[in-house]
């Protein structure tokens, strides 16, 4: 019975280091493909915590008069959005925003490292509590 309470908390507490951690996304923007970084694959270097639960990625195209622009914006999302992407087309400009839901997935993607170390040590918990540190 006590080694499943601890279980239990074990999980709790990870699951409480997890959230607490916030969600981490790219925060860039390249209008007119002026930051090349921001671009296709950016890299986790420029990250914020953000505090909505998702990340965002916005890609704008515009073709105006044979002229073809591209910019992408990558943030935090709003609170209120669902996961998955929308595209709209009005004169022209071509906008697709995403929503997602884990940690830089508006850019590259990567798994938050205090949740990763809790979760494997919560896994050896049983292990310990059955054979004891001797």
């Known amino acids: 019975m006590e080694r ?3 279980q239990v908390i074990c999980v709790v507490l990870v699951a409480t280091f997890s959230l607490s951690a916030g969600l ?8 007119f493909s002026t930051n090349s970084a921001c ?23 515009t073709d105006t008069l044979g002229i073809k622009t591209k910019s992408w914006t990558r943030e935090c999302g709003s609170s209120g ?4 992407c929308t595209t709209g087309s009005v004169l022209g400009v071509t ?5 997602c839901s ?23 918990v049983p292990v310990i509590l059955q054979y004891g540190l001797h």
């Not at 996304?25 to 209008?31: A, P, Q």
């Not at 884990?102 to 050896?124: E, I, K, R, Y």
């Open 102 to 124: 884990t940690d830089n997935c508006n850019g590259a993607t990567s798994t938050s490292p205090l949740a990763t170390v809790l979760l494997a040590v919560s896994a050896f």
């Open 95 to 99: 906008t697709t925003t995403c929503h």
């Open 81 to 84: 959005a669902s996961a998955g």
């Open 24 to 31: 981490t996304c790219i925060s860039c923007s390249s209008t």
């Open 4 to 6: 499943t309470k601890l």
């Open 39 to 61: 671009q296709e694959q950016p890299t986790a270097n420029t990250t914020t915590n953000c505090t909505t639960g998702f990340c965002k990625k916005i890609f704008v195209e």
